[in-house]
């Protein structure tokens, strides 16, 4: 799930990360793939930040882990 991608990506970075390089990074490590088999996008990482509101924490433009 893209959702689990996002986490290990913040928790191993340690840092917030903006949705264009956490888009990035999930594509290049192959974290998850859309259904259509297109790359993840960053509207698509907004809509999870945005869904899981006690999951991320929104901090101009980066994403961080609710801690």
Sequence with gaps: RIEEAI???LST????MTAET???QIN???LHR???GQPVGTNQIWAVVF???EMFVRD????RLMV
Aim: proline fraction near 4%; aromatic fraction near 4%.
């Design 7 to 9: 986490v290990w990506l």
């Design 60 to 63: 101009g433009k980066l994403i």
């Design 28 to 30: 290049l490590r192959r």
């Design 34 to 36: 859309r259904r259509d």
């Design 51 to 53: 869904r899981n509101p």
């Design 13 to 16: 970075e340690g840092r917030g």
């Design 22 to 24: 956490l888009a990035e």
